[in-house]
């Protein structure tokens, strides 16, 4: 009886995506398309939050239409996957540790030898000195953010999506890969879209940390160009061979490229798979890709990868684009959200 007197409002958070508009959407698509699984964001009856699995199906109950919903609690499995998130990024840290050390020791040294000539200066020359300090407060500032920017990314948050312009933090991710990237690894950027999706800023960075440092792996022994471009594109089933459907629609498209040794046929099925990994013992606990994977699935993305021996690696990831941040269309998930191999990209940085 308590049960029957609520409503949409009374079980969801009333948070953007989790509003009684967007679950009417979601029991119109149960309706009209076929079953639906979703992720909500619930509310208990003591007022706390909590993640369920919703599915829901249409179907005839005493010969009326109905819409049947079974809920599931699943707060300790994004409990799991939190902890995951958290140690994958902490191994991505352990890995660009030298990179970041290198340029923080290149940042110290300027700082000390500009002191050195301020003091020197500091009795006969004024606007010398007064030069010398501006270069110290500049590496000092330059050291602040690359000491933001890393704890930004370690740090544990809990993982809520508003929109976000992908460019921004396309830009600042690879703002710090390049402490950690050799020389020998050329990097090419074109960032063409400006254009706002639903998501996690943090797990976003984190899909481009992995997937730019996983090329950087790629081609270590012998050097070669990452590519990295960011554009907008409509997506049809017809346009990408594909595992499980596509919701047609706009998406933005990241792609990350390289020029590295690339794999078979026989890697690539695996490289989604937990703990899988083709790195050397210390070097790597292969939680990465799986992580990205499970990110992706999560913002109702999906992720294309394209790869053969000698010839490199090409990932495309697709996250569908918000036109209006204030009426944020809801997209169900079926199935898995990869599909391996396909076509050649025709254009490559």
């Not at 953007?16 to 679950?23: G, N």
């Not at 819409?67 to 958290?86: F, G, N």
């Not at 590519?227 to 933005?252: A, N, R």
């Not at 020029?259 to 939680?287: A, H, Q």
């Amino acid at each position: 009886g308590e049960a029957l007197k609520l409503n949409v409002n009374d079980l969801s958070s009333l948070e953007p995506p989790y509003t009684q508009d967007v679950a009417m959407s979601f029991i119109e698509m149960a309706i009209n398309e076929g079953p639906q699984i979703i992720e909500w964001h619930a509310r208990r009856k003591n007022g706390e939050l909590y993640w369920v699995e919703e599915a829901l199906k249409s179907t005839e109950i005493g010969g009326l239409g109905r819409v049947l919903a079974v809920t599931r609690d699943i707060s300790y499995r994004k409990q799991i996957e939190k902890e995951l998130h958290q140690a994958q990024k902490m191994e991505a840290i352990g890995t660009l540790a030298g990179g970041i050390a290198h340029d923080f020791n290149n940042i110290l040294t300027a700082i000390n030898g500009y002191s050195e000539l301020a003091k020197l200066n500091l009795n006969s020359d004024i606007q010398q000195t007064e030069k010398n300090l501006d270069k110290v407060l500049q590496g000092s500032a330059r050291a602040r953010d690359l000491v933001k920017q890393i704890l930004t990314f370690s740090r544990m948050t809990e993982h809520e999506k508003q929109p976000s312009q992908l460019s921004f933090i396309v830009k600042e991710a690879l703002n710090l890969l390049r402490a950690s990237i050799p020389t020998t690894i050329e990097i090419k950027q074109k960032i063409e879209s400006q254009s706002v999706v639903l998501a996690d800023p943090t797990q976003i960075h984190q899909i481009v940390m992995n997937l730019c440092t996983n090329a950087y792996h790629a081609m270590r022994d012998k050097g070669g160009t990452l590519g990295i471009w960011l554009k907008d594109v409509d997506v049809s089933q017809e346009m990408i061979i594909t595992e499980s459907e596509v919701i047609p629609g706009t998406y933005i498209q990241l792609e990350v490229s390289d020029t590295g040794c690339g794999m078979d046929d026989k890697t690539k099925r695996k490289i989604f798979e937990p703990y899988f990994t083709t790195k050397d013992f210390g070097e790597g606990t292969g939680l990465g890709l799986a992580v990205v994977f499970g990110i992706i699935e999560s913002h109702n993305g999906y992720i294309n990868v394209y790869s053969e021996i000698g010839q490199g690696t090409t990932v495309h990831v697709y996250l569908p684009i918000i036109e209006n941040e204030t009426n944020i269309t809801p997209l169900n998930k079926k199935g898995k959200r990869v599909f391996l191999g396909g076509k050649k990209p025709a254009k490559k940085l």
